[in-house]
């Protein structure tokens, strides 16, 4: 029996971005083929819910038939959909090595942030922009 401590607060464990997306199946086959990430689960017939994951980045993907954003509104305001997080400069220079071999659509290229990380921005097939960024030492 476990015994709770009368300050203690509530811990949260985990976060998923929510990426909307037009066409399903072919944004979970580029979360899986090209990003790396796996299945955790689909959901509807067709299948129109569910959540990709890689290590501890968790991604759910929701169809949408409507526009979600206004036209070209992501690329003019640098909006991000996601941001996931990687321990070091030389995981991040592997990763982004091998997006660009994957011929993963870069949005921004492995760079120097002026406050202390390195970052590289990818997009989705729906136009979702998601940053990788890790400490720059």
Known sequence: MSQTHPHSQPILTSIAAHLYVRDF?????????KLGFTIDFVYGDPPFYGQVSRDNARLALRSM???????????????LS???????ADEIRQLFLAYQAADVPIAQPLRDEPW?????????????????????T
Not at 25 to 33: E, G, Q
Not at 127 to 136: M, R, T
């Open 25 to 33: 199946k072919a944004s979970t086959d580029f979360f899986t083929a």
């Open 65 to 79: 038939d409507e526009s979600f954003f206004a036209a070209d509104i992501r690329e003019r305001e640098d909006l």
């Open 82 to 88: 996601a941001s996931i997080t990687l321990g070091s």
């Open 116 to 136: 202390g990380a390195k970052t590289f921005i990818v997009k989705d097939p729906d136009g979702n922009l998601i940053l990788f960024a890790a400490p720059a």
